[in-house]
């Protein structure tokens, strides 16, 4: 195959492979769409030439000598001089396993070996294209500092960023999107937590910027109050400026707009804590947890896809919550299982005709039908159910198993349930069942002791 290089230089890629031909089938190929390559034959040396020089992207072997691929991304992810650098790793394993460890280590992306070119440029393109917006991000809240600063066309440049959060609210909005289209459950912690960190640093510098702008302002106000005091007589030139730029209203609109930025911030925050207590990335121990904290931030997440569009009504959510206790668990296993049952809940209402209803219920109970070696052991109950066409028992039966799923080709992995069964069962010796029947939509039911479980 031969590739001929294109004319400008589009990112700097180390390429990680202990073996040669690799290398260089990678290198050629790279190298032909106009990408600067770097080569290393071991993890030992990868790690030395990030530290001389680092890439804007690394594509990781895994199986290597002395030093796994895992064990490189662990080194990378733990200085903070490297972590934020994206690794992609290329491997021959095919296992579920193999990949959930490559996302666990910090991994932006996996492809199996053998693989497509097409395929190798699309998720490196992605993966630039992505650390390229976090770059414009910090590179325009820092422009923002500075026009602040020197307070010079403050309320057009003010409305701009206002656009600028505007439109940082919907990329983000479209991200949560993706993460639970694609079911990639292995990964969607992290890349949430990261998604959240990346937006909320710009934030809270516009946040931090906002009172002294509004200092400024008014001083600026004060002044030019001072002077119509002290000279009314102003001459003919002042006059019509002051008629063109129409001061009066300036004065009375400028804290409407400043108090508007401060809202538009602070809905940001409330959505990046809600992603942070959705992920719980340093949460991996048993420990108690408000069940509905975590029933709440699943729901926020998903807000979007609760509203109506042009085809369809809104989706009203019904929430029936009792009084429970804390419930010792791994909560961000939990906050997974909700997201994939309520997101099934939201796809079976797709063409459901109004009215589109959701309800959730908690409640406490003494009894239940999980086997359990304390017989008075309380089981707290979660019940997710929709008005959709609900299923026939056929496929009921086979809602729990891998890759089984009845949704058009692209939709989902199938891995949903699954996961989620696996989750509820496995891990917290629980269970999950399925009730629905033709035309009568279908009710997912959690059953988790509260007192947690035996190791």
Known sequence: MNYQPDQCLKGNILIVDDTPDNLRL?????????????????GKFALQGVEMAKPDLILLDINMPEMSGYEVCQ???????????????????????????????????????????????????????????QKQLKDQNALLQKEIEERKLAEDREREKACQLQLTIEQLKRTQSHLIQSEKMSGLGKMVAGVAHEINNPVNFI?????????????????IQLYQETYPDSTLEISKLIEEIELDFLRED?????????????????????????????????????????????????????????DSPNIE????????????????????????????????????????????????????TVKSENETSKFIVIRIADNGSGMSEEVRQHIFDPFFTTKPVGKGTGLGLSISYQIVVEKHQGKLTCISEPGKGT????????????N
């Not at 021959?92 to 199996?112: C, H, P, R, T, W």
């Not at 069940?291 to 509203?307: F, M, V």
């Open 207 to 223: 946040w931090g910027n906002l009172p002294p702008a509004t200092k400024y302002a008014q001083d600026l106000i004060r002044l």
């Open 26 to 42: 990678l290198s050629t190929m790279l190298y032909s769409k106009g990408y600067q390559v770097r080569k290393a034959l071991s």
């Open 317 to 368: 959510l019904i929430k029936d919550y009792g009084t429970v206790p804390n419930i010792i668990c791994y909560a961000s296993q939990l906050n997974q299982v909700f997201m994939n049952l309520l997101t099934n809940a939201i796809d079976a209402l797709e063409t459901q005709l109004s009215p589109r209803v959701i309800t959730i219920s908690t409640s406490l109970s003494q009894e239940s």
């Open 443 to 454: 009710e997912m039911i959690i059953e988790i002791p509260v007192s947690g479980m035996k």
């Open 254 to 310: 400028w804290p409407k707009l400043m108090r508007s930025m401060e809202v538009g911030a602070e809905r940001i925050h409330q959505i990046v804590l809600s992603l942070r207590s959705f992920s719980r990335l340093n949460e991996s121990d048993l420990k108690p947890v408000d069940i509905h904290e975590g029933i709440e931030n699943t729901l926020l997440i998903l807000q979007h896809r609760l509203k109506g569009t042009n």
């Open 75 to 133: 080194h990378l992810k733990a200085n903070p001089q490297t972590s934020d650098i994206p690794v992609i790793f290329l491997s021959a394993l095919d296992q579920v396993s193999d990949k959930i460890e490559a996302f666990a280590v910090g991994g932006a992306d996996y492809i199996i070996k053998p693989f497509q070119s097409e395929e190798v440029l699309a998720r490196i393109n992605n993966q630039l294209t992505l650390r390229s917006l």
